[in-house]
């Protein structure tokens, strides 16, 4: 196993670069693929080969549940610095249980308890038609402006009046389209896998801000379009991001939310974003995404190798 364990906790680190970059040069629907799929695979990678020390550090503790051979020095000797090494994963991995367990806790309590805070009250069906969303629309009596997309089966925009009150006719068909977006693109379960990759390895955790902007990004050019019109969906981001002062948890995304919302307003007021999946090799984001494929390929093989390894020492150190 030897050091090739260590590499999937560490190679997150390459891609960082690509986090800062893709936003730049990607269409933000490939942007918020590409970082989730890293992100993804790298935090499986690191959990996986937090177990492998795990079962060598708990091979070593006494009244463990596994074959006394476990504990062999050949099994030891399988990983550099074991005695810290095994007992400093058992921590670390009950750290991202526990962090994992948390982060959905959170996700699904706010789920559960906003659809039960709209229990009976009616869609707006007619005003969602009549702006371009889809059935669903929840309007809240509140003078506080926010609006965001609620997931379930099926699923909700939620807009307060006084969110509606800021914009003209032209800006909430923007918003009702943009929250339509997030629905049918299924953000709210990109946000929630980066948000455990990044509770998994603390590296990881840039990319789940990078995924955030990208889907915002996303679901602005779905309104951009829907609409036909850049600059009102650009004013009403800007105006929904000025008079808010409601977000919803992390794993949610929200029209009037804060954020890079200067940055949000200037792609829009740009032209359209190539839709591309992969940037150009010769540019500086085409290398930072090879140098996260790269990475990625490398802790998948790096895992695959270290449990390969493991599973040979502890075949030839267990009796038959």
């Given at each position: 196993?030897?050091v090739?364990?260590?590499?999937?906790?560490?190679l997150?680190?390459?891609?960082?670069?690509i986090a800062?970059?893709?936003?730049q040069?990607?269409?933000?629907?490939s942007?918020?693929?590409?970082?989730?799929?890293?992100?993804?695979?790298?935090?499986?990678?690191?959990?996986?080969?937090?177990?492998?020390?795990?079962?060598?550090?708990?091979?070593?503790?006494?009244?463990?549940?596994?074959?006394?051979?476990?504990?062999?020095?050949?099994?030891?000797?399988?990983?550099?610095?074991?005695?810290?090494?095994?007992?400093?994963?058992?921590v670390?991995?009950?750290?991202?249980?526990?962090?994992?367990?948390?982060?959905?806790?959170?996700?699904?309590?706010?789920?559960?308890?906003?659809?039960?805070?709209?229990?009976g009250?009616?869609?707006?069906?007619?005003?969602?038609?009549?702006?371009?969303?889809?059935?669903?629309?929840?309007?809240?009596?509140?003078?506080?402006?926010?609006?965001?997309?609620?997931?379930?089966?099926?699923?909700?925009?939620?807009?307060?009046?006084?969110?509606?009150?800021?914009?003209?006719?032209?800006?909430?068909?923007?918003?009702?389209?943009?929250?339509?977006a997030?629905?049918?693109?299924?953000?709210?379960?990109?946000?929630?896998?980066?948000?455990?990759?990044?509770?998994?390895?603390?590296?990881?955790?840039?990319?789940?801000?990078?995924v955030?902007?990208?889907?915002?990004?996303?679901?602005?050019?779905?309104?951009?379009?829907?609409?036909?019109?850049?600059?009102?969906?650009?004013?009403?981001?800007?105006?929904?991001?000025?008079?808010?002062?409601?977000?919803?948890?992390?794993?949610?995304?929200?029209?009037?939310?804060?954020?890079?919302?200067?940055?949000?307003?200037?792609?829009?007021?740009?032209?359209?974003?190539?839709?591309?999946?992969?940037?150009?090799?010769?540019?500086?984001?085409?290398?930072?995404?090879?140098?996260?494929a790269?990475?990625?390929?490398?802790?998948?093989?790096?895992?695959?190798?270290?449990?390969?390894?493991?599973?040979?020492?502890?075949?030839?150190?267990?009796?038959?």
């Amino acid at each position: 196993m030897g050091v090739f364990v260590f590499l999937p906790l560490v190679l997150p680190l390459t891609a960082l670069p690509i986090a800062r970059l893709a936003e730049q040069h990607l269409h933000p629907r490939s942007a918020a693929w590409l970082l989730t799929s890293v992100a993804v695979v790298l935090a499986a990678c690191s959990t996986f080969c937090l177990g492998l020390l795990v079962v060598v550090g708990t091979a070593q503790l006494p009244g463990n549940p596994l074959p006394d051979s476990w504990s062999d020095p050949e099994v030891r000797e399988a990983v550099p610095y074991d005695e810290v090494a095994g007992k400093t994963a058992i921590v670390a991995l009950l750290l991202v249980v526990v962090a994992c367990a948390r982060t959905v806790r959170r996700h699904l309590r706010f789920r559960s308890r906003a659809h039960r805070a709209l229990v009976g009250l009616p869609d707006v069906p007619a005003y969602a038609s009549a702006y371009g969303a889809v059935p669903g629309l929840a309007i809240l009596d509140d003078e506080l402006p926010y609006g965001y997309a609620l997931p379930g089966s099926p699923g909700r925009i939620v807009v307060s009046t006084g969110l509606l009150s800021c914009l003209n006719q032209g800006e909430r068909a923007a918003l009702l389209a943009h929250e339509h977006a997030h629905l049918a693109g299924r953000h709210h379960r990109l946000l929630l896998a980066v948000r455990l990759a990044g509770c998994a390895n603390p590296f990881l955790r840039p990319l789940a801000a990078a995924v955030t902007y990208s889907t915002e990004r996303w679901a602005d050019e779905e309104a951009a379009y829907a609409t036909g019109d850049r600059r009102t969906t650009a004013r009403a981001v800007g105006k929904a991001a000025l008079f808010s002062h409601q977000a919803p948890p992390p794993g949610f995304a929200a029209f009037a939310s804060a954020g890079p919302v200067p940055r949000r307003v200037a792609a829009l007021l740009g032209p359209v974003p190539p839709r591309r999946s992969w940037p150009p090799a010769l540019t500086r984001a085409g290398m930072a995404a090879y140098v996260a494929a790269a990475g990625t390929a490398a802790s998948t093989v790096s895992a695959l190798n270290a449990a390969s390894a493991l599973f040979l020492v502890l075949e030839a150190a267990t009796p038959l």
